[in-house]
């Protein structure tokens, strides 16, 4: 019932890889976009990846694209994030939300899990 939960999260040293996963009640998930947003310590959140309904598009920050992929299962109602070749500046609590239209601005997303902490060790 609009629920959002991450997990995967943990202490990965550069170069090593994670994967998040969002579970999401079916309205939820049924959204046309869902997506992972990331906040570092003192800084605001920003996007990182986000993908349609119909799993047919995909969108990704800058700094992240090429090393992470967002993907999603409609059997079991779960979005993930699939990250490789991490860095240092990717250590940040990861959430994963969901939206009717696809916006870069946090503001413009309605539904929020509680976040999952990745820590890149250099």
């Known amino acids: 019932q609009g629920q959002l939960v991450e997990s995967g999260g943990g202490l990965v040293q550069s170069g090593g890889s994670l994967r998040l996963s969002c579970v999401a009640s079916?309205?939820?998930?049924?959204?046309?976009?869902m997506g992972w947003f990331r906040q570092a310590p003192g800084k605001e959140r920003e996007f990182v990846a986000a993908i349609n309904a119909e799993g047919s598009a995909t969108y990704y920050a800058a700094s992240v694209k090429g090393r992470f992929a967002v993907s999603r299962d409609s059997a079991k109602d779960t979005l993930y994030l699939q990250m490789n070749n991490l860095k240092p500046e990717d250590t940040a609590v990861y959430y994963c939300a969901a939206g009717s239209n696809f916006m870069m601005t946090p503001s413009s997303w309605d539904n929020w899990g509680q976040g999952t902490q990745v820590t890149v060790s250099s």
């Open positions: 079916r309205r939820t998930f049924l959204k046309p976009i």
